[in-house]
């Protein structure tokens, strides 16, 4: 018998709560998302996480930890090896990554590649570096629409990103190279999780806009999901954000694009006042792109201020029979060296009305514990293959 009719997984992207012990290897010592944003801002202001145990799980200087908690708190580890978007989400519906995704962040894409993906789009690459979206469109945007070149680059995230303007370069043909690109990096050598078209408007600097027309072109996962399982099973799974993205769409059945983080977080309410019988799985990735690879803690805090006051309107239109999780995916300290991920702890929260209780859970392993929670409840079997025990006797 199912205790929650549904399930609301948040995925706040980024937010580490603190180091692993394995994370020197990974050129992370010391960090802390969440800990660090509190110490490098003047103000802060949390209440609603505050009350579901967040300042419980790392020391924060302008919040305190509560005695009694609305539902439950604690800390889980990455089994993956790995700190990428991908990973942490796979591994959260039950997969395992053995070998991280790989990635291009210090010196661009091999010159074989660029040379390949040149012959068979039949245009001049510039760019090939890690860079901000909007940056290398004021860097570059003028000299491709001048010259009909390509502007391709990279970030921390395993991912090959080409703008084109809508006017000039145009959406089919930016598609198609997109889709070659795709190919190409199939190769085990050049493997990407995503290739992004980044298309925009504009003529001058300063003018610049990306449109919503971006479309991602992502590996599909390895294996079987929770996802999966779940939607084979007759049960709805509402994807927000670029969980679909993620997933390239494998075992979604409604998917919801977010404009900001603001924005899914004002979907998701809306998708609380209806009905429906499942899993509604959202990231929210503002703190990760705009903050965290930015280095930007004051921005960072901001932006979570923000999530908490939304987080209290779906708080109150929670029903009886809902189950609230709120997790990340890996951390992005703000105040580190460099801009790429960092290997951390994740929080995760757990609430639902019908709590009797609450209170500190015990750190756990793997990430997959959450896609074996939901799994349980709905009566329905795991994959084979897949990592991750169900919170028996905690949650379900």
């Keep these: 018998m199912?205790?929650?009719k549904r399930i609301f997984v948040i995925v706040v992207d980024s937010l580490g709560v603190g180091a692993m012990a394995d994370s020197p290897e990974f050129?992370?010592?010391?960090?802390?998302?969440?800990?660090?944003?509190?110490?490098?801002?003047?103000?802060?202001?949390?209440p609603n996480l505050q009350k579901l145990g967040m300042a419980?799980?790392?020391?924060?200087?302008?919040?305190?930890?509560v005695e009694v908690s609305r539902g439950y708190y604690g800390t889980l580890r990455e089994k993956s090896r790995g700190k990428d978007t991908m990973t942490g989400h796979w591994e959260m519906m039950g997969l395992e990554v053995t070998k991280p995704f790989q990635t291009f962040t210090e010196n661009g894409f091999p010159p074989e590649l660029i040379a390949e993906l040149e012959r068979r789009t039949g245009r001049k690459v510039i760019g090939n570096k890690s860079a901000s979206g909007t940056e290398i469109l004021e860097e570059l945007a003028e000299e491709e629409i001048a010259q009909g070149h390509m502007i391709v680059y990279?970030?921390?995230?395993s991912v090959l990103q080409i703008c084109g303007n809508e006017e000039t370069f145009g959406l089919e043909e930016l598609y198609r190279c997109c889709e070659i690109a795709r190919e190409l990096t199939m190769k085990e050598e050049w493997r990407v999780g995503r290739v992004i078209a980044r298309p925009y408007v504009g003529r001058k600097k300063g003018e610049f806009k990306r449109t919503s027309n971006r479309h991602d072109y992502a590996l599909k996962p390895f294996g079987r999901t929770a996802l999966d399982a779940l939607k084979d099973g007759?049960?709805?799974?509402?994807?927000?954000?670029?969980?679909?993205?993620?997933?390239?769409?494998?075992?979604?059945?409604e998917a919801q694009k977010s404009k900001s983080s603001v924005h899914g977080m004002e979907q998701t309410i809306e998708t609380a006042k209806r009905d429906f019988h499942g899993l509604c799985f959202v990231n929210l990735v503002d703190f990760d792109a705009l903050w965290g690879h930015r280095r930007d803690p004051e921005g960072y805090a901001r932006e979570l201020e923000k999530f908490d006051e939304n987080l209290g309107r779906l708080?109150?239109?929670?029903?009886?029979?809902?189950?609230?999780?709120?997790?990340?995916?890996?951390?992005?300290?703000p105040t580190y060296t460099g801009t790429d991920h960092t290997r951390e702890k994740v929080p995760f929260l757990a609430y639902s009305p019908s709590m009797q209780g609450g209170g500190a859970i015990a750190e756990h392993d793997t990430f997959a514990v959450i896609?074996?929670?939901?799994?349980?409840?709905?009566?329905?079997?795991?994959?084979?293959?897949?990592?991750?025990?169900?919170?028996?006797?905690?949650?379900?």
Excluded at 31 to 45: Q, W
Excluded at 57 to 65: A, D, E, R
């Design 154 to 157: 990279t970030s921390a995230d």
């Design 371 to 396: 896609g074996a929670s939901i799994t349980e409840n709905f009566g329905i079997k795991m994959p084979e293959g897949t990592i991750g025990k169900p919170l028996t006797g905690e949650l379900v």
């Design 234 to 253: 007759g049960l709805d799974v509402i994807s927000i954000g670029k969980i679909r993205d993620i997933f390239d769409g494998e075992g979604i059945t």
């Design 56 to 65: 419980n799980l790392t020391p924060l200087k302008q919040v305190q930890p």
């Design 315 to 333: 708080l109150e239109i929670l029903r009886e029979d809902d189950l609230l999780m709120i997790t990340a995916d890996h951390g992005n300290d």
């Design 2 to 4: 199912e205790k929650y």
């Design 27 to 46: 050129g992370d010592v010391g960090v802390n998302t969440l800990g660090h944003i509190s110490e490098a801002v003047e103000t802060f202001r949390i």
